[in-house]
């Protein structure tokens, strides 16, 4: 078992690189609030990162600036936000009886509708919380024993599903990616002994909310990796 999981971050590690994302959707991005479905977003997705539509601020999520090599060796710190400092997020997480912050950081949030929307990623010891951090407002909380597995594709890519199929899935992006996915798997292993599933393809399925099944594929393109985001 050891082994295997050995070769299971092995093979993440190998999926970080200095490539460049395309994320390709037939509208600008949007960085609201607005969780309604949009008319015409049965098709593929375009959008290209750009100056006008991703802040200098956001590009490290969308893959666009190019990373230095010794970025795939950093070491994992964990709580990138100083959560201790933070009384909001102190109170939130005391309040469900979380005992240990094991990650914090900034990432974006694929909504149903498409949108992108800057969140706060917060895994504990039992639940993973999302935060808006703009209004200091929780926004979901999922327990680690609902989290049926992760899906990830096979190349250099920063998007990751978080499949809970007793609610509806989360497709998030974040450069942390490797180091998101083996804190939720050793913290689920030392919460239930459960080895939480890792899929790696380079298409698959995730429900954006209750009735709504989305499928992220992804493609190795000249200079990097294209992602479409298409409704079922």
């Known amino acids: 078992m050891a082994q295997k999981s050995e070769a299971r971050f092995a093979k993440i ?14 509208k600008p991005a949007h960085f609201d609030d607005d969780d309604e479905e949009e008319e015409g977003s049965h098709g593929s997705i375009k959008l290209r990162p750009s ?9 490290p999520f969308m893959g666009v600036k190019v990373r230095r090599k010794a970025s795939l060796h ?24 979380d005992r240990q912050v094991l990650f914090a ?10 949108k992108m929307k800057r969140r706060i990623l917060l895994i504990t010891d039992f639940a993973i919380y999302i935060i808006d951090p703009e209004t200091d407002t929780l926004k979901r909380r999922i327990a ?13 890519d920063n998007f990751f599903a978080i499949i809970v199929p007793t609610e509806y899935d989360l497709l998030m992006a974040s450069t942390r990616k490797t180091e998101i996915v083996t804190v939720l798997v050793d913290a689920t292993k030392s919460m239930s002994d459960y080895e939480l599933e890792v899929v790696f393809s380079n298409s698959f399925e995730y ?18 990796v294209k992602t479409r985001i298409l409704r079922k």
């Open 13 to 26: 590690d190998r999926l970080r690189s200095n490539r460049r994302v395309q994320i390709e959707d037939s």
């Open 51 to 59: 100056e006008k539509n991703v802040k200098e601020d956001q590009e």
């Open 74 to 97: 950093r070491d994992y710190k964990g709580d990138y936000l100083d959560v201790p400092s933070n009384s909001f997020l102190m109170k939130l997480i005391g309040k469900q009886g």
């Open 105 to 114: 950081d900034k990432a974006l949030k694929f909504t149903g509708s498409g």
């Open 144 to 156: 680690l024993a609902a989290v049926e597995r992760l899906c990830l594709s096979e190349l250099s």
């Open 207 to 224: 429900n954006a909310a209750s009735d709504l099944v989305k499928e992220v594929q992804f493609e190795e393109v000249e200079g990097g």
